[in-house]
């Protein structure tokens, strides 16, 4: 009889009647069991939780289902930024792309201005192999073999570049970034300190 009732043991307070179910069919297998000239021909399963046993299973059993969610909502949420940083977020185009594809309330989508030229023009521009692409990367290479001073030069030459080509916008921003050097970033990314 033991056998049978180490059944119980497998299922959760919470699934009595699973529990009970499953009594009944191990001694179901067993009948009749005759011992000492008694003859057990059916048997019938009652099983009983306590009010307090039943309550506290519950809280256990939502929070182990908030856990749960909460681990699924985490694996959820690092898979959608890493899929934006490597696919969504490696260029412009891409992105925007993305965001005619996935109208998301999360995500956003296109903004009203934005065109199919305008967009099928970024994604031109963007591709890995772009003239424009590859001179930026080799500029990174570039600068990151500067000295401070060099890159501030560097700055300087281009913001007059850019003047005389007639964009004085651009070339005020750049002014910006080699006037005030402490609040924003370095040409490398990182945060510099004069």
Same mark, same amino acid.
């Given at each position: 009889?033991?056998?049978?009732? &180490? ?48 309550? &506290? ?103 007059? &570049? ?33």
């Amino acid at each position: 009889m033991r056998p049978q009732l &180490a059944k119980a043991g497998e299922y959760s307070v919470l699934r009595v009647d699973a529990a009970r179910q499953a009594i009944r069919a191990a001694l179901t297998h067993t009948l009749p069991i005759i011992r000492y000239g008694v003859e057990v021909l059916h048997a019938a399963v009652t099983l009983q939780v306590d009010n307090e046993t039943l309550a &506290a299973a519950r809280l256990l059993d939502r929070a182990r289902r908030e856990l749960e969610l909460d681990a699924l909502a985490r694996r959820q949420v690092k898979a959608r930024l890493d899929f934006l940083r490597t696919t969504c977020l490696a260029d412009p185009g891409t992105a925007k792309l993305f965001t005619l594809l996935e109208r998301s309330p999360r995500v956003g989508g296109p903004s009203d201005d934005a065109t199919l030229d305008e967009l099928i023009r970024t994604l031109h521009a963007w591709k890995p192999e772009s003239q424009w692409v590859l001179l930026a990367q080799l500029l990174h290479e570039f600068l990151a073999d500067l000295s401070e001073p060099q890159r501030a030069e560097l700055l300087h030459i281009m913001q007059s &570049a850019i003047r005389t080509l007639g964009n004085e916008q651009l070339a005020d921003r750049i002014a910006v970034l080699t006037s005030d050097r402490n609040e924003g970033p370095a040409l490398n990314g990182e945060h510099t300190e004069n």
